[in-house]
């Protein structure tokens, strides 16, 4: 995301940095070239003038000309300007004292909404919360259905509704029920259409009047662009939306949507849509969506991410085991395993800042399949091979590759990465890493 954006204001800031003084006429020459590349990427117009000219008075205030480094002080008025754009303050859920918490999912047809109802109650049930769903949507075929098949998929009670036919009765037995069955949260996934009608609008205000939601959240195609921003002004305006979900992200590659949309509706993006699986949707952070666009990174959310995946057992125990040169390929296997639960190589690469050793990994085009490949090659190995390397003759090494499906220097490259990939994580595991993991204790095992 963010992908072309992101290259072109890097060079921008680039030539920015040659210049000793900061006058007028280089202002004005950088913020035309930010101008162009904000355009480029579908940046809502106004949004665009409102954003160039708080950074003009800034840039050419005191503040700029009196620093040691002007350059530097004019892409942090440039980030600070870009969070203002995207809301400031990262926006959380807001629940309510009733039981249970409502949330009115709206949007067009083909915006992703009904997945996403799936998305956040996956998400709430990550955070201990107990939701349900239910689909509101009489009229298109099945779409009860596939809401039931979403639910099913992520282990979340959707309510059924057979035999109502009205989306209100069907919103307030659902309510009814989540209360009865002690579900704290009741999300509701609203009919859409393929263009915004009075019919869906009135419908969805009943909705609201009748259920008294602590949330209305759009559900916004982000690859849709400035289509998209129009469509989250009218349903703010008629509906009093609460936040915004932006879908599809990870395939939008300019980024005009969600640099427009808070501006314009005056409503927070509450969370993104980042890939296809039920856990791809993430809580939507400013400052460090804009530390992405400028190249800074994210390494907080790639921190939080792996909090939230990675066994702190496993880790400790593979700490241990390179401090006694006992880490195994088994061990590796385990740890790409791990990583692969992070989500794609290219969104975590993404996330690195582009400086220094990670200045050119968010190009990397890492394939999916070698770690696939890999896993596969480790697997046909006896448990004995895996747990000594050494002993992986030529003979065992053809017995391998026939047996994974690949070719023996395949093989020979697995176990040169295992042994580097060992060495490089031993390093590691002495320093700060270390330090930290050491002061963790495993719990105790059962006695005797």
Same mark, same amino acid.
């Given at each position: ?13 680039? *030539? ?41 008075? !800034? ?5 700029? /000309? ?5 350059? &530097?002080?004019?892409?942090? @008025? ?77 282990? @979340? ?7 109502? *036919? ?26 859409? !259409? $393929? ?11 009943? +909705?609201? *009047?009748? +259920? ?26 008629? $509906? ?7 879908? /599809? ?17 005056? &409503? ?31 390494? +907080? ?20 085991? $390179? ?9 590796? !296997? ?6 692969? &639960?992070?989500?794609?190589?290219? &969104? ?14 968010? /190009? ?26 050494? @002993? ?10 026939? =047996? ?28 700060? +890493? =270390?330090?930290?993991?050491? /002061? ?9």
């Amino acid at each position: 995301m963010f992908d072309a954006l992101q290259d072109k204001l890097q060079k921008v800031f680039k *030539t920015l940095r040659v210049q000793g003084v900061l006058n007028e006429e280089t202002v004005d020459e950088v913020l035309r070239e930010v101008r162009i590349a904000l355009l480029e990427a579908d940046v809502n117009l106004n949004v665009v003038k409102a954003l160039l000219e708080r950074v003009r008075v !800034r840039a050419l205030g005191e503040e700029v /000309k009196s620093s040691f480094s002007p350059a &530097q002080e004019v892409v942090r @008025i440039v980030r600070d300007e870009l969070i203002g754009i995207l809301g400031g303050d990262t926006s959380f859920l807001t629940f309510s004292k009733d039981y249970p918490t409502v949330f009115l999912l709206v949007g067009l047809q083909g915006s992703g909404k009904t997945t996403t109802a799936g998305k956040l109650a996956a998400w709430l049930a990550a955070k201990r919360r107990r939701p349900m769903l239910v689909s509101t949507d009489v009229y298109r075929p099945a779409a009860r259905e596939q809401l039931a098949i979403v639910a099913k998929a992520i282990d @979340i009670r959707c309510f059924p509704g057979e035999g109502i *036919t009205s989306p209100i009765e069907l919103a307030l037995a659902a309510r009814k029920d989540a209360s009865d069955r002690g579900n704290d949260v009741l999300i509701v996934d609203t009919a859409g !259409r $393929l263009h915004i009608d009075e019919e869906l609008m009135q419908e969805v205000s009943d +909705l609201r *009047t009748k +259920l008294r939601p602590s949330e209305v959240l759009l559900v916004a195609d982000a690859m849709t662009g400035q289509d998209a921003v129009r469509s989250a002004q009218e349903f703010h305006e008629r $509906l009093g939306t609460t936040g915004v979900i932006l879908t /599809k992200l990870d395939g939008d590659a300019r980024g005009g949507a969600a640099l427009s949309i808070h501006h314009v509706t005056g &409503q927070p993006i509450k969370f993104i849509g980042v890939g296809e699986k039920y856990d791809a949707l993430e809580v939507f952070h400013p400052d460090r969506m804009v530390s992405r666009i400028l190249g800074m990174g994210d390494v +907080l959310s790639l921190i939080e991410k792996a909090e939230e995946k990675i066994d702190k057992q496993k880790a400790l125990e593979v700490h241990r085991k $390179l401090q006694t040169d006992t880490f195994s390929l088994e061990d590796f !296997r385990d740890q790409l395993r791990q990583v692969r &639960q992070l989500g794609s190589m290219e &969104q975590m690469l993404g996330m690195l800042p582009k400086i220094g050793i990670f200045k050119d990994a968010a /190009k990397a085009r890492v394939d999916e399949k070698e770690l696939v490949r890999i896993e596969a090659i480790i697997n046909s190995m006896t448990k004995r091979e895996r747990a000594n390397h050494e @002993i992986v003759n030529g003979k065992r090494r053809k017995r391998i590759a026939k =047996g994974s499906g690949t070719s023996v220097q395949e093989v020979n490259q697995v176990l040169r990465q295992y042994v580097q990939t060992s060495r490089m994580m031993k390093t590691m595991s002495k320093g700060l +890493l =270390g330090r930290q993991l050491s /002061k963790v204790q495993l719990p105790a095992g059962p006695a005797g």
